[in-house]
């Protein structure tokens, strides 16, 4: 089992930037599809960015594309989401997910471990 921490959240302007990162323990990352989600006040959680194991592949939602940028150091045991030109419409928990295996299958469903959420929040 993995155990996910994320930190780096805060209180930026809109337009300016913010990177959150994930510590993932107990076993290494590298054997995990590694993800981002993020819920707003009264909306349901939304994918965000996902990278594969080797971080080759990438899927990238449209609402943050060109903006956002996943990556990972499976040395380090941790994940990134480096978020440029920030709207306040990003303003949410942000979530690391991990979901087991090497396959690039369904990179925005079917995470079986979570964080506990670090906050975002954009001003206008």
């Known amino acids: 089992q993995v155990q996910l921490v994320e930190s780096g959240g805060g209180l930026v302007q809109a337009g300016g930037s913010l990177r959150v990162s994930c510590a993932a323990s107990?076993?290494?990352?590298?054997?995990?599809?590694m993800g981002w989600f993020r819920q707003a006040p009264g909306k349901e959680r939304e994918f965000v960015a996902a990278?594969?194991?080797?971080?080759?592949?990438?899927d990238i939602a449209d609402s943050v594309k060109g903006r956002f940028t996943i990556s990972r150091d499976n040395a380090k045991n941790t994940v990134s989401l480096q978020m440029n030109s920030l709207k306040p419409e990003d303003t949410a928990v942000y979530y690391c997910?991990?979901?087991?295996?090497?396959?690039?299958?369904?990179?925005?469903?079917?995470?079986?471990?979570w964080g506990q959420g670090t906050q975002v929040t954009v001003s206008s």
């Open positions: 997910a991990a979901k087991p295996g090497r396959n690039w299958y369904q990179p925005r469903y079917l995470y079986n471990y």
């Open positions: 107990g076993r290494p990352i590298s054997n995990y599809l």
């Open positions: 990278i594969s194991w080797s971080g080759s592949s990438l």
